[in-house]
């Protein structure tokens, strides 16, 4: 795309929580066939089957009326038990016998992730009406978590009995939810909306290349520069060697990585950016919860969130590292009006090849705006240009000291967008910044202890929408511009694309 609820504190009142908890209740006894069906700790009649497929729709409900459904895993119809991502949906046409078996294990694990983070964020009313309704014994966080994950196994292997069971999976991992919307299209025009769009979004092209072959010296700086950079010192690259042996692969090729790896690997190549500072909305920051439901990014704590993710180099599986800043605010006079509003972000890729060796980097802001790459020249045979799509952007390529010397950036003030790449050098003021998983987003305590994900049942951040949604609305694209969770970016107007599409690089390019 190139142009470019929770509640969070003692805020909330004990009345809204009461009538929330009736409206649930009514929801869970009076919608849906399981209402109507003996639950089997009752009823053992009932079987072991239908109580599972109960328990999935009861919790379906209980989450959708919470709003607290977990997005950063797609959702599988008709598998209530299973979770996916764009790569794994990528690899069920991919892999052999003993690879869809694995391909079946992680899919049930991410499963029984977005079920625990969606059981966590209900809350302790929530909860215990599932628990009366299921006549479950009484630390009803702990046991729906160990229900779901009874019953996720076991509905798999009575599905995994029926004929047809792997051409049934196979047409559901090929047919998973975008981020765009048709009705939209259809009722703006679209084919001939996306002609201006197109010209303005070519011509936003022109001038980014324009900055990043500007000279750093000469680019404005409107206030003084703060260079942002990893805390501690980085692993020694050849330390990390081991983790992309062949030996530590797993059914799917891909390395085998625990959370200490894939720390160990998000700081080796950890980048720095340099911030053009004139106000507080140019300082990045963890994010806090403010007011009810609204997150916050405080800027006394520089924090980077870092994860992994997966993608094809020539056809092979291969590891992603995403870096993800975020500031208060997209504001000040260089930042266009329809842009400007509370929480920006920007998300920085490093994309390694089977070895472990960076072949390209990517950024885009973090609503899937602005999305440029930065490949390898050495490694880059051609950029492929597939009309009528725009032709990928790529304004530099990857500094061909990267890794040897650490990833910089240059963002403006405001607007933040990222004007030049270089590599280390020296910086007249230095912040540490604290790297931490990104999963910490999508289970942030709240004043009382209980977790709950900064990004809403959709993917999108509340409190960071834009007007830029009104002005674009033909493109397809709900909520433009605002701030987007990990598996929910789109980044182009013209035609579809996703950030965490495993194919993108590999159809934007030809490696060598």
């Known amino acids: 795309m190139n142009t470019a609820r929770a509640p969070a504190d003692a805020g909330w009142r004990r009345g809204p929580q009461a009538r929330g908890l009736v409206a649930l209740l009514l929801v869970l006894l009076a919608s849906g066939a399981c209402a109507h069906l003996p639950r089997p700790s009752a009823d053992a009649s009932a079987g072991p089957e239908t109580a599972c497929r109960c328990l999935f729709a009861d919790l379906d409900r209980a989450v959708a009326q919470a709003g607290v459904g977990y997005a950063g895993s797609l959702p599988v119809a008709g598998f209530p038990y299973l979770r996916t991502s764009r790569f794994t949906a990528a690899m069920a046409a991919r892999v052999d016998h003993r690879g869809r078996e694995a391909l079946l294990q992680r899919l049930l694990e991410m499963g029984r992730e977005a079920r625990r983070l969606e059981i966590q964020a209900l809350g302790a009313e929530a909860r215990e009406a599932l628990r009366r309704l299921h006549d479950r014994p009484t630390a009803a966080g702990e046991v729906l978590e160990t229900d779901v994950a009874r019953c996720a196994a076991l509905l798999l292997a009575a599905d995994r009995q029926e004929a047809g069971f792997h051409r049934r999976l196979d047409r559901a991992l090929a047919d998973l939810p975008d981020e765009y919307a048709s009705w939209r299209r259809l009722a703006g025009f679209y084919p001939l909306a996306v002609l201006p769009v197109a010209f303005v979004s070519d011509r ?38 081991p983790l992309f042996a062949p030996a530590n692969r797993d059914a799917l090729g891909l390395p085998r990585l625990d959370p200490g790896d894939a720390h160990r690997l998000a700081r080796a190549y950890a980048p720095w950016i340099t911030q053009d500072t004139v106000a507080d909305y140019d300082r990045i920051g963890a994010l806090r919860w403010g007011a009810p439901g609204q997150p ?32 208060p605010r997209r504001d000040g006079p260089a930042t266009p009006w329809i842009e400007r509003g509370a929480i920006d972000g920007l998300t920085v890729r490093v994309s390694l090849d089977p070895d472990g060796d960076p072949f390209l980097v990517d950024v885009m ?93 959709r993917g999108r951040m509340p409190g960071s929408e834009r007007i830029e949604d009104l002005l674009f609305f033909s493109m397809g694209i709900p909520a433009v511009g605002q701030m987007r969770q990990r598996s929910h970016h789109a980044t182009q107007f013209v035609g579809r694309e996703h950030f965490d599409d495993p194919g993108l690089l590999d159809r934007h390019f030809e490696f060598r």
């Open 296 to 327: 916050l990014v405080d800027t006394q704590r520089p924090t980077v969130y870092f994860y992994l993710s997966e993608a094809f180099h020539k056809g092979h599986p291969t590891v992603q590292i995403n870096y993800a800043f975020w500031y």
């Open 204 to 241: 936003a092209f022109d001038e980014i290349r324009r900055q990043h072959r500007t000279p750093e010296k000469e680019l404005p700086q409107r206030g003084r520069l703060v260079t942002y950079a990893p805390a501690g010192s980085a692993p020694d690259r050849e330390s990390l060697s």
């Open 365 to 457: 802001h973090s609503c899937g705006c602005y999305h440029f790459f930065l490949p390898d020249w050495r490694r880059t045979a051609r950029i492929v240009f597939r009309p009528p799509r725009l032709s990928p952007l790529v304004p530099a390529w990857m500094p061909p000291d990267f890794p040897a010397r650490p990833l910089r950036l240059r963002a403006s003030s405001g607007w933040h967008q990222v004007a030049h790449v270089a590599t280390g050098g020296t910086a007249r003021e230095t912040t540490a910044y604290a790297l931490e998983p990104y999963a910490r987003l999508e289970a942030l305590p709240r004043a009382d202890g209980s977790p709950r994900s900064v990004f809403d049942h």
